[in-house]
Each structure stands twice: as structure tokens, then as C-alpha cells.
């Protein structure tokens, strides 16, 4: 985190990543409507939608700054969770009225989207603080239609995760009150993993260190329940 915030000031810049951002952004919200009806059109919806949203996790230019989101959208009938705690998804969300969503990345946004359209409950949608890597903020959230089915907040970690000593006590609270959270991506697996409430991990893994600790191989999709 230290080195980015010092080429952000070497650079005189508070988002050099805006521009991919807002692109990536963009070429997913050109594919919203087709895969809204893919969505719609599968034979379990929640399903398809949380799967469509752990693919988008791969657009993360931390970990992987060459991602080819075109060809990662071509997978979208192909690819399959590896780890899924899927029924207890489905019977978490029976009784829950409110869900916190913690995002990741700016572009899987859409994806993000699509998953909270099709679950249908209150949704808290958390971001970061400001700008770091391309992590998403509330603009970015905004521009990916978010705050037409969610509301946004900053969960008030500026860091490629949310970093539990970085955040504000109206996340904190927000995170102990919620019936449900929803924990996407690596950087807050990393990060929220040794939280003791309950939550839904949902990501694709991209480091060993990560594969190791959930089991299964690099590369994988993952729907976890803690």
C-alpha cells in the first residue's frame, strides 16, 4: 500500500488507475442487458448471478495486471465454482433482511450488480476510502449503476482490502449489524477472514498463499461461508 500511495505522489496523481477504471467499467455495462437476460433465462438465477460475480473478480490489476476481460467474459457459460457453499447461501438469505456488501475491484462492479438486482434485499454496498490500485470508490460504484439498487458507502480503509484498523465505526457497526455480509474478492478475504462474525466469501483466488489457506488451487472460484 506504502509503495503505491508513493508513486501516486511521485506521479501528482490521487487515481492513475481512473481511466482503466472507468473503461473496464464501460465495456461491462455494455454486456449488463445480455447478461441480465442470461441471468433471468438460467435455471437457478441466484446461482448464475453469484457465479457471473466471482468471474468478474478476475479484473484486478493488482494481481493481475494483464487480465483480459473479453476473454474472461467468453468463460462465462464455462466456468464453475471450485468451492461453493451454495445451500448455505440459499438459507442464510430465507431470513435475512439486510445484506452489507464489501466490494473489490472497479468493473466487476457491474457483476455486483447484477448479483444484488437478483437477491433482492436491502443492500449496504461498502467501497474504499479513496482511490488505491483499481479497487472500487464510490464514483466508481456510481458509474457501474450501484446506487440504483444499493446504498453506498466507504467502509474507510484506503488499502487493496479492508483493513479492519482503517475503518470508520459506522462500517464496523454497519458490518455487526447487517443479517448478512457478503465478502468479495482476495484482498478482504485476506483482510476480514479473522473477523469472528459470520460471512459469505465470494472470489477468484489468485495467489498459492490464498490456495493454500481455502485448499484448493490457484485459480479457483470460491463461494465460502466462515
Known amino acids: 500500500m506504502m509503495i503505491y500511495k508513493i508513486i501516486y505522489h511521485t506521479a501528482d496523481t490521487d487515481d492513475p488507475f481512473n481511466e482503466i477504471k472507468k473503461t473496464t467499467t464501460d465495456l461491462l455495462l455494455k454486456r449488463y442487458a445480455d447478461m441480465k437476460k442470461m441471468i433471468h433465462a438460467a435455471r437457478d438465477?441466484?446461482?448464475?448471478?453469484?457465479?457471473?460475480?466471482?468471474?468478474?473478480?478476475?479484473?484486478?490489476?493488482?494481481?493481475?495486471p494483464d487480465c483480459d476481460v473479453e476473454d474472461e467474459l467468453a468463460r462465462l457459460h464455462d466456468s464453475d465454482f471450485d468451492v461453493c457453499d451454495y445451500q448455505e447461501f440459499r438459507n442464510s438469505m430465507k431470513g435475512t433482511r439486510n445484506i452489507l456488501y464489501i466490494a473489490d475491484n472497479a468493473g466487476e462492479t457491474v457483476m455486483d450488480r447484477l448479483l444484488i438486482e437478483q437477491m433482492g434485499k436491502a443492500t449496504i454496498y461498502a467501497v474504499r476510502s479513496r482511490p488505491i490500485i483499481n479497487d472500487a470508490t464510490c464514483d466508481d460504484a456510481r458509474q457501474a449503476g450501484i446506487d440504483q439498487v444499493a446504498d453506498i458507502m466507504s467502509s474507510g480503509s484506503d488499502a487493496p482490502g479492508t483493513v479492519w484498523s482503517l475503518c470508520t465505526e459506522e462500517f464496523k457497526r454497519k458490518f455487526a449489524e447487517a443479517d448478512m455480509v457478503i465478502s468479495k474478492g482476495q484482498g478482504n478475504y485476506e483482510t476480514l477472514s479473522d473477523q469472528e462474525r459470520s460471512m459469505y466469501f465470494l472470489l477468484k483466488v489468485k495467489c498459492p498463499v490464498i490456495a493454500r489457506d481455502i485448499h484448493i488451487r490457484t485459480g479457483s472460484l470460491v463461494l465460502k461461508k466462515k
Open 45 to 64: 438465477p441466484i446461482y448464475t448471478a453469484l457465479r457471473f460475480a466471482a468471474i468478474g473478480n478476475v479484473i484486478d490489476l493488482g494481481a493481475n
